[in-house]
């Protein structure tokens, strides 16, 4: 089978095999709290750096970090890809 066949056959069923999603079932009756209570701690993390105050996170989603792409992200044109800068700004992140 072609490569352009296998593309219109994916286009036609609204197939997108590259993307992907995650997702987290929980049985916990207070998730929904608990994970506001979270996220707003790491939304308030780089105002916390910002006053010499730190926020550490002790879990296993080393590569979730609070980082800063060092320039921004150059947006897709026809006949060239998003560009995305490699360096980061850390504020503070370290992994254990």
Known sequence: MSRSSLWRILEEADLKPHRSVYWLNSHDPDFEAKA???CQLYVQALRFYQ???VVICADEKTGMQ???RRYPTQPGQPG???KREHEYIRHGVRAL
Request: glycine residues 8%; positive net charge; charged residues 25%.
């Open 36 to 38: 506001h209570a979270i």
């Open 51 to 53: 006053q010499g105050r």
């Open 66 to 68: 609070i980082l800063q």
């Open 80 to 82: 060239k890809p998003e």
